[in-house]
């Protein structure tokens, strides 16, 4: 039995998985062509323009609103740091009936944080070797609502 068939359809879900991963829009062009049949033994060339839009579909607002001024800081220290792959994110969230503020990690198996709203870590609901923060808020991720986000490295 051979794998050709296997591999294609393999490889045309992975190239479909990346596109719809970074927001690509494609389409298919719709116009008839411009003389002939869409019908028989060839096909004719596209007639419409490229119908691949590469842009983002939405653009990233920050709530900048009331940041208490512990998070100010630590944004200032972050922009003085060398970037981070993936770059830190700030979201603000309810959690048991507070505000808190989650700081992503920067990277791998390094802990993300969560902050009471006076900038005194509350827990770590991720990361560390097992992926699993330090188990201090294991509901952490599936308790939080109202997402905001405050802040995104930029650079």
């Not at 411009?34 to 691949?52: D, E, F, I, R």
């Not at 944004?75 to 979201?91: A, G, S, W």
């Not at 699993?132 to 308790?143: E, L, M, P, S, Y």
């Amino acid at each position: 039995m051979s794998s050709a068939p296997f591999f294609a359809f393999f490889s045309a879900a992975l190239l479909l998985a990346g596109a719809c991963q970074r927001n690509v829009a494609v389409t298919t062009p719709t116009d008839p062509p411009v003389t002939g049949s869409v019908s028989g033994t060839h096909t004719p060339n596209p007639t419409s323009a490229n119908t691949t839009n590469l842009t983002r579909n939405r653009a990233t607002t920050f709530d900048t609103t009331a940041r208490p001024g512990w998070l100010q800081t630590r944004i200032q220290n972050h922009l003085t740091e060398r970037k981070q792959n993936p770059p830190v994110h700030v979201y603000r969230y309810q959690y048991n009936n507070q505000v808190v503020y989650f700081e992503t990690a920067p990277c791998c198996d390094q802990f993300s944080t969560v902050y009471d709203r006076k900038g005194k870590v509350l827990c770590h609901p991720d990361g560390g070797i097992t992926g699993r923060g330090d188990g201090n808020c294991a509901d952490f991720i599936k308790k939080r609502t109202g997402e905001m986000l405050v802040w995104q490295d930029p650079r």
